[in-house]
Protein backbone atom coordinates (compact mmCIF):
# COMPACT_ATOMS: atom_id res chain seq x y z
CA UNK A 1 0.00 0.00 0.00
CA UNK A 2 1.44 3.15 -1.06
CA UNK A 3 -0.55 5.25 0.97
CA UNK A 4 -2.19 7.33 -1.63
CA UNK A 5 -5.98 5.92 -2.13
CA UNK A 6 -7.68 6.32 -5.17
CA UNK A 7 -11.62 5.25 -5.96
CA UNK A 8 -12.70 3.74 -7.16
CA UNK A 9 -10.76 0.95 -8.46
CA UNK A 10 -12.65 0.60 -12.22
CA UNK A 11 -15.45 2.51 -13.97
CA UNK A 12 -17.62 1.52 -16.65
CA UNK A 13 -19.99 4.42 -18.16
CA UNK A 14 -21.61 5.52 -20.76
CA UNK A 15 -20.71 8.56 -23.56
CA UNK A 16 -21.99 12.01 -22.50
CA UNK A 17 -21.66 10.81 -19.14
CA UNK A 18 -20.29 12.33 -15.70
CA UNK A 19 -17.63 10.91 -13.51
CA UNK A 20 -15.73 11.71 -10.25
CA UNK A 21 -12.82 10.02 -9.28
CA UNK A 22 -11.71 10.41 -6.24
CA UNK A 23 -8.08 10.61 -4.16
CA UNK A 24 -6.59 10.52 -0.77
CA UNK A 25 -3.05 11.84 -1.01
CA UNK A 26 -0.59 10.23 1.50
CA UNK A 27 -0.69 11.21 5.27
CA UNK A 28 1.61 14.87 5.51
CA UNK A 29 1.38 15.51 1.80
CA UNK A 30 0.56 18.76 1.04
CA UNK A 31 0.31 18.30 -3.32
CA UNK A 32 -1.82 16.03 -5.22
CA UNK A 33 -1.18 15.74 -9.01
CA UNK A 34 -3.17 14.02 -11.68
CA UNK A 35 -2.09 12.06 -14.67
CA UNK A 36 -3.78 10.44 -17.39
CA UNK A 37 -2.47 7.33 -19.06
CA UNK A 38 -3.77 6.21 -22.59
CA UNK A 39 -2.45 3.75 -24.73
CA UNK A 40 -1.75 6.35 -27.60
CA UNK A 41 -0.92 9.70 -25.63
CA UNK A 42 1.04 7.50 -22.34
CA UNK A 43 1.47 9.54 -19.12
CA UNK A 44 0.04 12.82 -19.23
CA UNK A 45 -0.01 15.42 -16.44
CA UNK A 46 -3.99 16.82 -16.07
CA UNK A 47 -2.94 19.08 -13.10
CA UNK A 48 -1.72 19.86 -9.90
CA UNK A 49 -3.65 21.23 -6.61
CA UNK A 50 -1.05 22.13 -3.67
CA UNK A 51 -2.71 23.11 -0.16
CA UNK A 52 -6.17 23.34 -1.18
CA UNK A 53 -4.79 25.82 -4.48
CA UNK A 54 -4.20 25.06 -8.08
CA UNK A 55 -0.59 24.98 -8.89
CA UNK A 56 0.03 23.78 -11.98
CA UNK A 57 -1.85 22.64 -15.01
CA UNK A 58 -1.62 20.49 -17.90
CA UNK A 59 -3.25 19.72 -21.00
CA UNK A 60 -6.06 19.18 -19.49
CA UNK A 61 -9.76 19.42 -21.26
CA UNK A 62 -12.33 22.11 -20.39
CA UNK A 63 -15.04 18.75 -19.90
CA UNK A 64 -12.54 18.04 -17.04
CA UNK A 65 -12.39 19.65 -13.78
CA UNK A 66 -10.52 19.04 -10.50
CA UNK A 67 -10.34 20.21 -6.68
CA UNK A 68 -8.94 19.97 -3.86
CA UNK A 69 -10.88 19.85 -0.19
CA UNK A 70 -9.73 21.21 3.19
CA UNK A 71 -8.94 17.89 4.28
CA UNK A 72 -6.75 17.55 1.28
CA UNK A 73 -8.48 14.69 -0.87
CA UNK A 74 -8.94 15.23 -4.32
CA UNK A 75 -11.85 14.89 -6.96
CA UNK A 76 -11.38 14.86 -10.84
CA UNK A 77 -14.65 15.32 -12.46
CA UNK A 78 -14.60 14.26 -16.10
CA UNK A 79 -17.98 15.13 -17.83
CA UNK A 80 -19.53 14.71 -21.34
CA UNK A 81 -17.73 11.67 -21.68
CA UNK A 82 -16.08 10.50 -25.26
CA UNK A 83 -14.61 7.35 -25.72
CA UNK A 84 -11.00 8.32 -26.15
CA UNK A 85 -11.69 9.25 -22.32
CA UNK A 86 -11.36 5.65 -21.81
CA UNK A 87 -7.59 5.92 -19.62
CA UNK A 88 -6.32 5.08 -16.24
CA UNK A 89 -6.22 7.83 -13.99
CA UNK A 90 -3.21 8.07 -11.52
CA UNK A 91 -2.99 10.97 -8.42
CA UNK A 92 0.24 11.47 -7.11
CA UNK A 93 1.11 13.25 -4.18
CA UNK A 94 4.10 14.52 -2.76
CA UNK A 95 5.09 16.66 0.76
CA UNK A 96 5.71 19.77 -0.74
CA UNK A 97 5.09 21.65 -4.31
CA UNK A 98 7.43 19.51 -5.87
CA UNK A 99 8.02 16.17 -6.06
CA UNK A 100 12.32 17.04 -6.02
CA UNK A 101 11.80 17.35 -2.70
CA UNK A 102 11.40 15.14 0.34
CA UNK A 103 10.63 11.37 -1.02
CA UNK A 104 9.45 12.53 -4.13
CA UNK A 105 6.12 11.54 -5.72
CA UNK A 106 3.73 8.69 -4.42
CA UNK A 107 1.55 6.99 -7.08
CA UNK A 108 -2.00 5.85 -6.20
CA UNK A 109 -2.79 2.64 -7.69
CA UNK A 110 -5.04 4.03 -10.16
CA UNK A 111 -9.12 4.30 -12.07
CA UNK A 112 -9.45 2.46 -14.89
CA UNK A 113 -12.25 4.34 -16.91
CA UNK A 114 -13.73 2.69 -19.79
CA UNK A 115 -15.98 4.46 -21.60
CA UNK A 116 -18.82 2.43 -23.78
CA UNK B 1 10.19 22.11 -22.42
CA UNK B 2 11.01 19.23 -20.93
CA UNK B 3 11.13 15.83 -22.81
CA UNK B 4 11.85 12.25 -22.19
CA UNK B 5 13.25 9.38 -24.83
CA UNK B 6 13.24 6.18 -24.47
CA UNK B 7 14.11 5.16 -27.67
CA UNK B 8 13.13 1.19 -26.84
CA UNK B 9 9.86 0.21 -26.68
CA UNK B 10 10.13 -3.31 -26.27
CA UNK B 11 12.82 -5.76 -24.46
CA UNK B 12 12.70 -9.48 -24.72
CA UNK B 13 15.40 -11.30 -22.54
CA UNK B 14 15.73 -14.90 -21.19
CA UNK B 15 15.75 -14.89 -16.99
CA UNK B 16 19.43 -14.28 -16.04
CA UNK B 17 20.46 -12.46 -18.60
CA UNK B 18 21.16 -8.45 -17.56
CA UNK B 19 19.34 -5.43 -19.39
CA UNK B 20 19.75 -2.45 -20.06
CA UNK B 21 17.03 0.36 -20.12
CA UNK B 22 17.66 3.62 -21.76
CA UNK B 23 16.62 7.24 -21.11
CA UNK B 24 17.63 10.29 -22.57
CA UNK B 25 16.28 13.57 -21.29
CA UNK B 26 16.42 17.10 -22.76
CA UNK B 27 15.48 19.87 -20.09
CA UNK B 28 16.61 23.94 -19.76
CA UNK B 29 16.71 23.74 -16.36
CA UNK B 30 20.16 23.39 -14.58
CA UNK B 31 18.78 21.63 -11.64
CA UNK B 32 16.38 18.72 -12.19
CA UNK B 33 15.56 15.39 -10.85
CA UNK B 34 15.14 12.19 -12.77
CA UNK B 35 13.19 9.07 -11.90
CA UNK B 36 12.73 5.61 -12.82
CA UNK B 37 9.27 4.21 -12.11
CA UNK B 38 8.13 0.19 -12.77
CA UNK B 39 4.31 -0.23 -13.77
CA UNK B 40 3.85 -4.05 -13.39
CA UNK B 41 1.16 -5.62 -15.05
CA UNK B 42 -1.16 -4.84 -11.96
CA UNK B 43 -0.97 -1.82 -13.45
CA UNK B 44 0.26 0.59 -10.41
CA UNK B 45 3.06 2.54 -11.04
CA UNK B 46 5.74 1.86 -8.30
CA UNK B 47 9.02 4.15 -7.63
CA UNK B 48 12.51 2.90 -8.01
CA UNK B 49 15.21 5.44 -8.25
CA UNK B 50 15.52 9.56 -8.00
CA UNK B 51 18.61 11.35 -8.59
CA UNK B 52 18.97 15.01 -8.81
CA UNK B 53 21.27 16.67 -11.18
CA UNK B 54 23.79 17.50 -8.89
CA UNK B 55 24.75 13.92 -8.29
CA UNK B 56 26.17 12.31 -11.17
CA UNK B 57 27.26 9.21 -8.50
CA UNK B 58 26.38 6.40 -9.94
CA UNK B 59 24.04 3.62 -7.89
CA UNK B 60 23.65 -0.26 -6.83
CA UNK B 61 20.70 -1.23 -5.29
CA UNK B 62 20.78 -5.64 -5.20
CA UNK B 63 20.22 -6.50 -9.05
CA UNK B 64 19.19 -2.47 -10.28
CA UNK B 65 21.81 0.25 -10.86
CA UNK B 66 21.60 3.33 -12.46
CA UNK B 67 24.13 5.42 -14.60
CA UNK B 68 23.42 8.75 -14.61
CA UNK B 69 25.72 10.90 -17.34
CA UNK B 70 24.72 14.37 -17.26
CA UNK B 71 27.07 15.37 -20.21
CA UNK B 72 25.17 13.08 -22.52
CA UNK B 73 21.87 13.44 -20.96
CA UNK B 74 21.40 10.29 -19.92
CA UNK B 75 20.16 8.05 -16.84
CA UNK B 76 20.08 4.70 -17.63
CA UNK B 77 19.05 1.55 -15.96
CA UNK B 78 20.59 -2.27 -15.56
CA UNK B 79 18.83 -4.99 -14.50
CA UNK B 80 21.49 -7.73 -13.68
CA UNK B 81 20.13 -11.41 -13.62
CA UNK B 82 16.92 -10.57 -14.97
CA UNK B 83 14.01 -12.78 -13.23
CA UNK B 84 10.72 -13.36 -14.75
CA UNK B 85 8.94 -10.60 -11.77
CA UNK B 86 10.88 -7.96 -13.53
CA UNK B 87 8.76 -8.61 -16.57
CA UNK B 88 6.39 -5.14 -16.59
CA UNK B 89 6.63 -1.26 -18.16
CA UNK B 90 9.31 0.87 -17.10
CA UNK B 91 9.09 4.60 -17.03
CA UNK B 92 11.97 7.47 -16.65
CA UNK B 93 10.83 10.68 -15.84
CA UNK B 94 11.64 14.16 -15.14
CA UNK B 95 10.58 17.14 -12.64
CA UNK B 96 12.31 20.36 -12.49
CA UNK B 97 14.17 21.06 -8.78
CA UNK B 98 12.25 24.14 -8.24
CA UNK B 99 9.92 26.31 -10.34
CA UNK B 100 6.07 26.58 -10.84
CA UNK B 101 5.34 23.83 -12.66
CA UNK B 102 6.73 20.39 -10.77
CA UNK B 103 4.94 17.90 -13.43
CA UNK B 104 6.63 14.86 -13.66
CA UNK B 105 6.88 14.31 -17.73
CA UNK B 106 7.38 11.16 -18.69
CA UNK B 107 8.96 8.92 -21.55
CA UNK B 108 6.84 6.68 -23.52
CA UNK B 109 7.98 3.72 -21.54
CA UNK B 110 9.62 0.39 -22.21
CA UNK B 111 7.87 -2.78 -21.79
CA UNK B 112 10.39 -5.74 -20.33
CA UNK B 113 9.52 -9.08 -21.20
CA UNK B 114 11.87 -11.83 -19.34
CA UNK B 115 10.87 -15.20 -20.60
CA UNK B 116 11.94 -18.50 -18.10
Known amino acids: DSGVTQTPKHLITATGQRVTLRCSPR?????VYWYQQSLDQGLQFLIQ???????AKGNILERFSAQQFPDLHSELNLSSLELGDSALYFC???????????????FGSGTRLTVV | AQKVTQAQTEISVVEKEDVTLDCVYETRDTTYYLFWYKQPPSGELVFLIRRNSFDEQNEISGRYSWNFQKSTSSFNFTITASQVVDSAVYFC?????????????FGKGITLSVRP
Open chain 2, 93 to 105: ALTPYTGANSKLT
Open chain 1, 27 to 31: SGDLS
Open chain 1, 49 to 55: YYNGEER
Open chain 1, 92 to 106: ASSVGWTGGVGYGYT
